[in-house]
């Protein structure tokens, strides 16, 4: 069974309080997700490192329940 952005968001948010979450479902089958994590924990972090934070949030379920996950991750600073 798929996952919601909205139980992404949540799992996400358990782990990373101050992360501004932006969730996006790129095929509508609630399979293939984008996610844009920023937070100010990222800060001085190197990428491959934030992304595991996010990936440690989602607690094994890549690759399972949530088959795909574009993600893009940065500090508050590095916004475009």
């Not at 479902?25 to 800060?43: I, K, N, P, Q």
Request: charged content about 20%.
């Amino acid at each position: 069974m798929p996952m919601s952005a909205s139980e992404i968001e949540a799992l996400i948010r358990a782990a990373i309080p101050d992360a501004h979450i932006e969730i996006t479902d790129l095929a509508g089958d609630g399979d293939h997700y984008a996610a844009r994590v920023t937070s100010e924990s990222f800060r001085g972090v190197p990428r491959v490192r934030q992304h595991q934070a996010v990936y440690a949030a989602l607690g094994g379920r890549m690759g399972g329940l949530l088959h795909a996950l574009q993600l893009t991750t940065a500090a508050p600073e590095d916004q475009a």
